[in-house]
C-alpha cells in the first residue's frame, strides 16, 4: 500500500525526524513505491506485517543488520544473494537514492 503524500507527510512530522523539504518527502514517497513494486512479492516492505517469502527479511528490520547507507552501492549494481529465490535487481543511482530514504524512513525515530 503506497501512502497518499499529506499522509506521509504528516506521519514524518509525528516520527520527529526534524524539518521536511518537499525533495525529502519526494524521494521517501519514490522509494516506497519502488519497493512496492519490485520488492514486496517476497518482503515486508511496510511499517507492520509479516514477509510473504518467510526466509526475505522485513524491511523495517534491515538496520538490525547494518546501515541501510550502504545498500547504495548494491542497488546500483545489482544486488545478489546467496539464495537462488531472489531476483538480481539494478536501479539507477537517483532510484537507489529513493529506496534508502524510504529504508531509513522505516526505522525508528530517536
Do not use: W
Request: aromatic residues 6%; charged residues 15%; negative net charge.
Amino acid at each position: 500500500m503506497i501512502l497518499p503524500k499529506a499522509i506521509m507527510i504528516t506521519t514524518l512530522v509525528l516520527l520527529g525526524t526534524g524539518p521536511l523539504v518537499a525533495q525529502d518527502i519526494d524521494r521517501v514517497a519514490e522509494g516506497q513505491a519502488l519497493v512496492s513494486m519490485y520488492c514486496a512479492d517476497c518482503h515486508a516492505t511496510q511499517s507492520t506485517g509479516n514477509s510473504p517469502l518467510a526466509i526475505a527479511p522485513r524491511f523495517r528490520e534491515l538496520h538490525l543488520r547494518y546501515d541501510v547507507s550502504f545498500l547504495s552501492e548494491a542497488l546500483v549494481e545489482g544486488i545478489v544473494t546467496a539464495h537462488p529465490e531472489m531476483p538480481q535487481f539494478e536501479f539507477d543511482p537517483e532510484q537507489a537514492s529513493a529506496i534508502i530514504a524510504y529504508l531509513k524512513s522505516l526505522e525508528p525515530q530517536q
